[in-house]
C-alpha cells in the first residue's frame, strides 16, 4: 500500500524558511516522478517543483528559492523553501506519478493530505 505524509509545515515570518518532508512508502523513487503542489484559498492547485531521477524542475513562482530533493535511501522527499513570502502561504501536498511528469495534481496518482504553511508579512 503507497502512503505519503507530509511534514514541516507551520507558520513563519517573511523572508524566513521552512524544509517540507515527505515520507513515503510503498514505492520506489527511482520509477515514480515525485512532485509538491501547493494550493492557497481561492486559487488552483499549482506544481511548484518536481524531481524524477535527479532531474529538477521549478514553477517560476519559486525558481531559486526552492529546492527539491529526495533521499533514497530513507525515502524521503524534501521541499526546502527559502526567502519565503506571504504569497507562498498555501496548503502543499507531495504527489507521486509512475515514468512522468505531469503539471496537473489529476495526473498524479498518489498524493499527500497536506501540511500548512503560513508566510506573514
Known amino acids: 500500500q503507497v502512503q505519503l505524509v507530509e511534514s514541516g509545515g507551520g507558520s513563519v515570518q517573511h523572508g524566513g524558511s521552512l524544509r517540507l518532508s515527505c515520507s513515503v512508502s510503498g514505492l520506489t523513487f527511482s520509477v515514480y516522478c515525485m512532485a509538491w503542489f501547493r494550493q492557497a484559498p481561492g486559487k488552483e492547485r499549482e506544481r511548484v517543483a518536481r524531481?524524477?531521477?535527479?532531474?529538477?524542475s521549478y514553477s517560476d513562482s519559486v525558481k531559486g528559492r526552492f529546492t527539491i530533493s529526495q533521499d533514497n535511501g530513507e525515502n524521503v522527499l524534501y521541499l526546502q523553501m527559502n526567502s519565503l513570502k506571504p504569497e507562498d502561504t498555501a496548503l502543499y501536498f507531495c504527489a507521486a506519478r509512475v515514468a512522468f511528469c505531469g503539471f496537473s495534481w489529476d495526473e498524479y496518482t498518489y498524493r499527500g493530505q497536506g501540511t500548512q504553511v503560513t508566510v506573514s508579512a
Open positions: 524531481i524524477f531521477r535527479g532531474d529538477t
